[in-house]
Nanobody, 124 residues
Framework: QVQLVESGGGLVQAGGSLRLSCAAS????????MGWFRQAPGKEREFVAS????????IYADSVKGRFTISRDNAKNTVHLHMNSLKPEDTAVYVC?????????????????WGQGTQVTVSS
């Protein structure tokens, strides 16, 4: 019912910055929270950041706190993830997700729709 398409991934050097974007289409009239998750080869999917529908509250994983910033533009049905001071351990496929609730969650099971992901590679 809802399609999520990520963009902005690529190859960057350690210490660099990158901005990921997620465009939502389909049924986007309801209030929904948005989140970002990432998964590296051989590792489990991990939570990165989440933002409420109104944008007033955000949640960050400790590993990215202070370096990553999540934001949204409801008028354009988009959510962004600004990544600064990137580290090699940030290398992963980044996936955006939407939850049919206005509240932010760090648990993957709370989300209803998922994108295909975009690759982020940070070289040392």
């Amino acid at each position: 019912q809802v399609q999520l398409v990520e963009s902005g991934g690529g190859l960057v050097q350690a210490g660099g910055s990158l901005r990921l974007s997620c465009a939502a289409s389909g049924r986007t009239f309801s209030r929904y929270a948005m989140g970002w998750f990432r998964q590296a080869p051989g590792k489990e999917r991990e939570f990165v950041a989440s933002i409420t529908w109104g944008g007033g509250n955000t949640i960050y994983a400790d590993s990215v706190k202070g370096r990553f910033t999540i934001s949204r533009d409801n008028a354009k049905n988009t959510v962004h993830l600004h990544m600064n001071s990137l580290k090699p351990e940030d290398t992963a496929v980044y996936v955006c997700a939407a939850a049919l609730t206005p509240f932010a969650y760090s648990t993957a099971t709370k989300y209803d729709y998922w994108g295909q992901g975009t690759q982020v590679t940070v070289s040392s």
